[in-house]
């Protein structure tokens, strides 16, 4: 924690508060470790600063005054968003980047404002610094919307436009029409499901006409709504249904109960679901018995699967890639930066990039939302070129959904690999029965991974806990199985969901799991990595883990990955930091645009980051390095102004930072962090 007013002399500043009353003996700096106090050196120590009374509710930093939101009617909302659309600060897009009125194809029915002059005259001043595109001697796609207009030139040839050439992944209009109709055809994940002997509850209407004439291909051209939205994704099946089955297959895998944590669902919808998901219990043990799957090998086992049912449906589905034939990803010793929801967007991974990271990944993207063509949730699936091995984190509760989502993503996205959240703690995915609820559920795992696994060639890792509930570790049951079941690599974090972030990564069981993996599973410890030493250590310490995966420590000090490359605690200066942040601010304003919501936009994501990086305690100011993740800072100055200020856990600070890379916030701007990952004490979300 550190001083929110910018340091006069360190030292001065210090002995002015101490001159008149006797100190008490200072704890050393052994001491101060041992009750995880950060031993930051005397002479930078300073005062606790004075805050401001706690804010009420719904205040947030950056001056902004409370405003009670009222509730306003849907069609109150539409006609609000109309008449600010026809404003003169809403230029039409084409208009915009084409300087011509007559470029937009929708005339004056057009809902955007085509008054080019009105526009020019309320916008406000252009920012500092060049344009990002212009920069990289590009056609700015904002064209007299950019904040940067000023910089633009002339003479840039329109193939110079970036669109098209650089990031990955986007969703086309065709196939987002596809999904919101429910015309997305998922042959591979269908066949799958019903060789295992599950229930595909996202079955469509069209495909279950298919069912019932094995004759007819798959021809899905109905206009029938999915299922989706109708089953309930909170209901789950009588665990004792599931001890028993467990009993029948081999070593009895207990399943707790998770009544707990997910509410039942109403009896109807019980009714309907527990029927639907009968099959999927039964499946593996049992289920594939069924009707034409009897005389099939079960996929797993890496035999050709022969399938009478799936020719009918003309699917090329003869061979299911077998593990031994899937790409392999070698993890060993690659710098893998995690998932991280909202932090870890596009920019800020391409910054990780440039810093030393080899592995990345996107940010966890719900199946459901995925397969109903949500814009938003397909956006985390961008990737950046500089991504060479990239991988995308998906999160679902049912086989039926995930392997539908891991064929949609195999079709239609560039990617290395597929991991499965089996992790998140966070309670709308859990109470759903995805993220850590599934530890409860091996038999949904397995059921998951088969499914998933079988539908593409690409490695599909998975991304678990230490256990769902505190002292019943579960991972290493699963280590020894799950690359039987089709998976490639498995990340173990060594927490419980219960624990969230409140104790130390239980690293002595992550190895203990990676003791029992097979020889062809790479095991990626995760936990509380912070330093190139901590990486050499877990790595050297079991030879059986491929590598660590790094999450709050790339946030909290990106070049870390510099650093375990170089072999080095690197202090780093604040001019040096402020780099990086305008790095991160330049690839956000091309990743997010370069005109006012582009622009506020990155303000927001830096701002979220920025709730990170100030924990960083630079290398110089400590009597002990190197810095750990639980160590609570005293409140201390930098080294200078600058300094100081990145230290600040105050969100006006922060929002001073933003405002020397991104200038001033517009008026009535707030920011309260989403992670709030400055509270020590406090459970933090992933
Ligand atoms: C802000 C934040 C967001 C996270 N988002 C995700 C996510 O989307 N998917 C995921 O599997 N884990 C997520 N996690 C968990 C991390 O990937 C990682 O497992 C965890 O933080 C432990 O690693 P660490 O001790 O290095 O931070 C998130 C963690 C944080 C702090």
Known sequence: MAAT?????????????????????????????????????????????????????????????????EKKSKRQLKRERQQEQKSTSHLCIEVGKSGNVDSCKYGTSCHFSHDINAYLSQKPADLEGTCPFTALGHLCPYGLTCRFLSTHKDNLAPQNHPEGNCERNPLSKEIQKLLWKSKYKFPKASAQIKLLGLKDGNKNKAEAVNDDNPDETCNLNGDDKTLLSSIPENVEPDPTLCKEIDNSGGEPLVVDSVESVEPRASKK???????????????????????????????????????????????????????REKKIIDFREKLYLAPLTTVGNLPFRRLCKTLGADVTCGEMAMCTNLLQGQASEWALLRRHPSEDLFGVQICGPYPDTVARTVELVDNECSVDFIDINMGCPIDIVVNKGAGSSLLTKPMRIRSIVQAASTVTEKPLTVKVRTAFFEGRNRADSLVSDIYNWGASAITIHGRSRQQRYSKLADWDYIYQCAQKAPDYLHVIGNGDVFSFTDWNKHVSDCSKISTCMIARG?????????????????????????????????????????????VETTRHFLLEWLSYTCRYIPVGLLDVIPQRLNWRPPSYYGRDDLETLMVSDSAADWIRISEMLLGKVPEGFTFAPKHKSNAYDRAENG
């Open 5 to 69: 007013t910018p340091a006069t002399d360190p030292p001065d500043a210090l002995l002015a508060v101490t001159a008149d009353a006797p100190t008490p003996a200072r704890p050393t700096p052994a001491e101060l470790v041992a009750r995880a106090v950060a031993p930051v050196k005397p002479a930078f120590l300073c005062p606790p600063p004075v805050r401001e009374a706690p804010k009420e509710e719904g205040k947030a930093a950056g001056g902004g005054a409370v405003v009670k939101v």
């Open 269 to 323: 919808s019980k009714v309907e679901v527990d029927e639907t998901r009968d099959n999927e219990i039964k499946g593996p043990t049992t289920g594939i018995h069924d009707n034409e799957a009897e005389s099939e090998v079960n996929s797993i086992s890496g035999v050709k699967v022969s399938s009478n049912n799936q020719s009918s449906c003309k699917v090329d589905l003869i061979t299911i890639p077998h593990l």
């Open 554 to 598: 790339a946030l909290i000090k990106p070049w870390l990955f510099t650093e375990i490359k170089e072999q080095r605690h690197w202090d780093i200066t604040s001019g040096e930091r402020l780099n990086i942040l305008k790095d991160f601010v330049r690839f956000g304003l091309e990743h997010w645009g370069s005109d006012f919501k582009g």
